[in-house]
């Protein structure tokens, strides 16, 4: 069984930055496919970005893509989501995920394991 706890969530004003952390415990999760995925208030849980154990394939939703970079320290089992010009529109509570096998997820069903999240809000 892996564990994660995620950090880093926070106010910002719009255009600003955070930086999300998503520490594992637990198996080593070196081997697992990592993504985050959020969920807006009223709104159903939607993914935001992932990638494979090695980082070599890499997803991103259309909604963040050139704004969000996701990256993983192995060796620190911690994988990370830069945020940059956040929009009002990106306030959720941010979780981190993991799926133990198989192909990068790029749904919220494929995930075997998650995070307790962690709430962004961007104001206006």
């Known amino acids: 069984q892996v564990q994660f706890v995620e950090s880093g969530g926070g106010l910002v004003q719009a255009g600003g930055s955070l930086r999300l952390s998503c520490a594992a415990s637990g198996r080593t999760f070196s081997s697992y496919a990592m993504g985050w995925v959020r969920q807006a208030p009223g709104k159903e849980r939607e993914f935001v970005a992932a990638f494979n154990w090695s980082g070599s394939s890499t997803y991103y939703a259309d909604s963040v893509k050139g704004r969000f970079t996701i990256s993983r320290d192995n060796d620190k089992n911690t994988v990370f989501l830069q945020m940059n010009s956040l929009k009002p529109e990106d306030t959720a509570v941010y979780y981190c995920?993991?799926?133990?096998?198989?192909?990068?997820?790029?749904?919220?069903?494929?995930?075997?394991?998650w995070g307790q999240g962690t709430q962004v809000t961007v104001s206006s």
């Open positions: 995920a993991a799926r133990a096998s198989g192909r990068v997820p790029t749904t919220i069903s494929s995930y075997d394991y």
